[in-house]
T-cell receptor, first 115, second 119 residues
């Protein structure tokens, strides 16, 4: 079982739809949860991050973390064609004693928002 | 926001040659830089982590003699793919982090990536 599972899609929705993107994970040690957006042939761009369980809202984006279920979600309201991209979830693993922590990424879900 | 650049954005080289990719943090000092590799429709796979002035730490399965990483200054890290082979063809992305706190890794900014094609 991979540490982070994410449906690769593609997920196709009409403009204005509410989009739900999800990841599950197996490592209960993860503490920080991030969502990145990656346009084709570009580097990932940080969208949101959350610590531990709960919700966080930023404009049209809401991130949810349910540590008991090892499940995180990103909701996009009023989706736009410009939201078409690959969305990657990422989680931080602390390496005790090494002085740094690393990100473990999901495969990414491709989202296509049609006008 | 913090900007990370990579050069070149795309490179084609012949099998057996070496290729150097530069990663620069443009408006902040990066104490830690990360190098990732991404195959089509696959996740970002961490290759190595480097702290300025010290040797890089490679992930399991990554050949350190093949992928040479140098982090000589707080704004520049380089990845050299030595004796490249077609299977090294991939999208290489660097990332830079300003803080030294091992507990908060979300402040990690990614470069635009370099597409390497080995013929």
């Amino acid at each position: 079982q991979k540490e982070v599972e994410q449906d690769p899609g593609p997920l196709s929705v009409p403009e204005g739809a509410i989009v739900s993107l999800n990841c599950t994970y197996s490592n209960s040690a993860f503490q920080y949860f991030m969502w990145y957006r990656q346009y084709s042939r570009k580097g990932p761009e940080l969208l949101m991050y959350t610590y531990s369980s709960g919700n966080k809202e930023d404009g049209r984006f809401t991130a949810q973390v349910d540590k008991s279920s090892k499940y995180i979600s990103l909701f996009i309201r009023d989706s736009q064609p410009s939201d078409s991209a690959t969305y990657l979830c990422a989680m931080s693993v602390n390496r005790w004693g090494s002085g740094y922590s690393t990100l473990t990424f999901g495969k990414g879900t491709m989202l296509l928002v049609s006008p | 926001g913090a900007v990370v650049s990579q050069h070149p954005s795309r490179v084609i080289c012949k099998s057996g040659t070496s290729v150097k990719i530069e990663c620069r943090s443009l408006d902040f000092q990066a104490t830690t830089m990360f190098w990732y590799r991404q195959f089509p429709k696959q996740s970002l796979m961490l290759m190595a982590t480097s702290n300025e002035g010290s040797k890089a730490t490679y992930e399991q399965g990554v050949e350190k003699d093949k992928f040479l990483i140098n982090h000589a200054s707080l704004t520049l890290s380089t990845l050299t793919v030595t004796s490249a082979h077609p299977e090294d063809s991939s999208f290489y992305i660097c990332s830079a982090r300003a803080g030294t706190s091992g507990m908060i890794s979300y402040e990690q900014y990614f470069g635009p990536g370099t597409r390497l094609t080995v013929t």
